[in-house]
């Protein structure tokens, strides 16, 4: 079967950095999106990782390890903004994006 | 602005109704997706169009219709509105040419079945 798994809640200090993990278990996988979500409103796509290894794109990174079907989305020097949902997201062999039910992550001043 | 455009943004609708919500978008996307959000569960998807014309089912279709009549507008019809379809409904298109299908989301239906 196809599960994923992400922690529901986290906490972090502005200016800091945190690390939200991701896991997944499918027969098929053709890649890893992580995207952010501010309470009530939609979904804005932030990273995708199809090969193993960290893509940085400036304050967030996103890591994946396809043979540990393990993925986590860093955030250094935190600001307030950053506080909102972070879904992971796996595309499987159809193609068909497979959610996690996103963390929630808290940023106190 | 390019986006995707859903209305209602929000709407109450009694049990046994028939709802519409409009999707629209203005990004000539081929691709076109219904989800459904509910707290504690991943994004769930209704119904996708891979392009004008094709329609496909999704995780959570029964109750649920869609059409795709042209590239802009992927209407999704609730034909008799049940308390368990309480949900906040998101649209999203895609450009598939990239490969990556990264996704483009509407700004989300909220919707209230009594």
């Known amino acids: 079967g196809q599960n994923i798994d992400q922690p529901t809640e986290m906490t972090a200090t502005e200016g800091a950095i945190v690390q939200i993990n991701c896991t997944y278990q499918?027969?098929?996988?053709?890649?890893l999106f992580w995207y952010q979500q501010h309470a009530g409103e939609a979904p804005t796509f932030l990273s995708y990782n199809v090969l193993d290894g960290l893509e940085e794109k400036g304050r967030f990174s996103s890591f994946l390890s396809r043979s540990k079907g393990y993925s986590y989305l860093l955030l250094k020097e935190l600001q307030m903004k950053d506080s909102a949902s972070y879904l992971c997201a796996f595309m499987d062999s159809n193609y068909q994006l497979i959610w996690g039910a996103g963390t929630k992550l808290i940023i106190k001043p | 602005i390019a986006g995707i455009t859903q209305a209602p943004t929000s709407q109450i609708l009694a049990a046994g109704r028939r709802m519409t919500l409009r999707c629209t978008q203005d990004?000539?996307?081929?691709?076109m997706y219904w989800y459904r959000q509910d707290l504690g569960l991943g994004l769930r998807l209704i119904h996708y169009s891979n392009t004008a014309g094709t329609t496909g089912k999704g995780e959570v279709p029964d109750g649920y219709s869609v059409s795709r009549a042209n590239t802009d507008d992927f209407p999704l019809t609730l034909a008799s509105a049940v308390p368990s379809q309480t949900s906040v409904y998101f649209c999203?298109?895609?450009?598939?040419?990239?490969?990556?299908?990264?996704?483009?989301f509407g700004a989300g239906s909220r919707l209230t079945v009594l």
């Open positions: 499918t027969s098929g996988f053709n890649g």
């Open positions: 999203a298109s895609s450009d598939d040419s990239s490969g990556a299908n990264v996704l483009t």
């Open positions: 990004m000539r996307h081929n691709a």
